[in-house]
């Protein structure tokens, strides 16, 4: 499943992202990256609210596959269709949170993925949630995201410590 949601991501990427203004989009890249970084980095030292299972061949390639690519597409892919009106600015936001939340559970379904320490996919659903405006704030104003998200993370590992 790793595998063909990375090849799903970049396929979609390749067809549907304005690739014109990648430039534009890089910074947001490399905050989602880092983001998830400083998840990765805290999550290891302390521990996990999700794994990735039946990883590929390791739990740091399967992390990196969708650190390195799957999130970078999604960016791509997010950024680049974000419309102007506010009814299909809500609607874009809900179709992201849709695609995530149902690969969530298929991957939980499917046994590739698992919950720790109280974790599951309402507490996924309200991240993301929180995620994709964040993506939006950052690519507009980020400072204020840069500010902001650490203090999400550190929120969120907290209550379920």
């Not at 989602?32 to 590929?56: C, D, G, K, P």
Request: hydrophobic content about 50%.
């Amino acid at each position: 499943m790793h595998i063909a949601i990375a090849i799903w991501a970049l396929l979609a990427a390749l067809k549907w992202a304005d690739w014109k203004r990648w430039n534009e989009f890089l910074p947001t890249i490399y905050f989602m990256v880092s983001m998830n970084l400083l998840y990765q980095y805290i999550a290891h030292s302390r521990y996990h609210l999700w794994t990735f299972e039946q990883n590929l061949p390791n739990e740091l390639v399967t992390d990196t596959l969708y650190g390195f690519l799957v999130f970078p597409c999604t960016v791509m892919l997010f950024l680049s269709n974000y419309p102007n009106e506010k009814g299909s600015i809500i609607f874009h936001y809900l179709k992201w949170i849709l695609i995530y939340c149902t690969l969530e559970w298929i991957g939980k379904e499917y046994g590739f993925m698992s919950y720790s320490h109280g974790w599951s996919l309402k507490w996924s659903v309200f991240f993301n949630c929180i995620m994709f405006p964040m993506l939006r704030l950052h690519h507009v104003k980020p400072l204020w995201a840069l500010g902001i998200s650490p203090l999400i993370i550190f929120i969120l590992l907290t209550l379920f410590y």
